[in-house]
């Protein structure tokens, strides 16, 4: 037993922080965790009688981007005094950044908690353990940062060639040889099909839309069972049609770097979003001709053309896409049926009455409308005006 230990340390509670960075690595990376959970009979070999083990942070980085309850119930049980020792198998388990490793060493030097590792133990108040594990809390962030970027570049380079494997669309597979090619089914190819021959003969994503749910024809989808993904067929939805359209891959293009991942500080900390949308020219791949298309680049680019020119409102209803308007709650009030948000048109004899219609279900499902009210200014016998449209008014003076 090392001489660091005291029976102060031993009268504590000794802490097991188990950590795994995915949940991939929670489901394949067992011998980690049988190595992690260990190191309670490591922790009573050592002396302690009371072990508590801290694995609310299985499945979660440590790169300091996302929440880590686990690492914060480490440091408030610190902060208190109650920790003698915290058990780890390396550096990384606790933090992957340096910003939360260093607090962790200063507040662990602050109350005497030591840090033990199959590898020692280690005191913060001692300058030499405190240097070392500094050192080790770098590196582990230094290596976090360089597997990344090897793992990124690789990524990038096997997109530029065309040959990098992500979940396609619904009408291709990937075949043994790393080749995209359409989907064997001659059902899913004639379903994908009649989306764009139904869209030139129509002209609106929508018009398409409420064929198919007219005609109650299906068209098969990625989604996922018992087994994982597996393609199944299902009425469309609007989505489901415009995601068809938009899709360079039906024009046998191989298109990568769509999307964006965008950083913010939120409450002192990084925060990542992903799934931003990017200009085509900011696309990292776009290879043409790449594998069989279901129709023609110029086919998918004058289909482009037809779906902006119907796209009269693309600002997810917030108050601009009254486009000068006299409906001030456009993109602020919702449906008291079925919480979707209220639509507004424009009628009578000067086109300025406005209207709101919840008609989203018509839209999305074909379904029937659910409720619509008009925003002409009216008063009562007693001059309150009733409109919702008037008592807006009346609010913002």
Request: aromatic share 8%; proline share 3%.
């Amino acid at each position: 037993m090392s001489s660091k230990i005291t029976p102060e340390h031993q009268s504590r509670t000794a802490i097991v922080y188990v950590r795994q960075s995915t949940s991939f690595q929670m489901a394949h990376n067992l011998e980690s965790q049988r190595r992690q959970y260990g190191l309670v009979d490591y922790a009573r070999q050592l002396g302690f009688g009371a072990v508590d083990v801290i694995d609310e942070d299985l499945g979660r980085t440590g790169s300091g981007l996302v929440e880590r309850p686990g690492s914060q119930r480490l440091v408030g049980q610190i902060c208190a005094g109650q920790i003698g020792a915290v058990f780890c198998v390396e550096a990384s388990r606790l933090a992957r950044n340096g910003r939360d490793w260093h607090h962790l060493i200063e507040l662990r030097g602050l109350v005497g908690s030591l840090v033990i590792d199959p590898d020692g133990v280690y005191d913060p108040r001692i300058i030499n353990d405190r240097l070392l594990l500094g050192l080790r809390g770098t590196m582990s962030e230094f290596e976090l940062h360089l597997l990344r970027q090897r793992s990124l570049e690789s990524i990038r380079q096997k997109a530029l060639r065309g040959e990098l494997r992500f979940v396609l669309p619904a009408g291709y597979v990937w075949t043994h040889h790393g080749k995209i090619e359409k989907d064997p089914d001659l059902r899913v190819q004639q379903a994908i099909a009649l989306v764009f021959r139904k869209f030139d003969e129509l002209g609106s994503a929508r018009q398409v839309l409420l064929w198919f749910r007219s005609e109650s024809v299906v068209l098969p989808v990625m989604g996922y069972d018992t087994f994982g993904r597996a393609l199944c067929w299902r009425l469309p939805v609007y989505r489901t049609i415009h995601s068809i359209l938009l899709n360079p891959m039906y024009a046998g293009t191989y298109a990568f770097g769509k999307t964006e991942v965008r950083t913010r500080v939120v409450c002192g900390r990084a925060q990542k979003t992903d799934s931003h949308k990017k200009p085509r020219e900011n696309w990292l791949v776009l290879i043409r001709d790449h594998h069989p298309g279901y129709v023609s680049w110029g086919e998918f680019e004058c289909n482009q053309m037809v779906i902006q020119e119907n796209a009269h409102s693309k600002s997810c209803f917030q108050r601009k896409s009254g486009r000068g308007g006299r409906s001030l709650l456009a993109g602020m009030i919702r449906c008291g049926h079925c919480g979707r948000m209220l639509h507004v048109a424009y009628s009578g004899t000067l086109g300025n009455v406005p209207r709101y219609d919840c008609r989203g279900a018509n839209v999305n499902h074909g379904a029937a409308k659910c409720i619509s009210f008009g925003g002409l200014r009216s008063q009562s016998l007693g001059g309150v005006t009733g409109s919702a449209e008037s008592i807006s008014n009346r609010c913002r003076s």
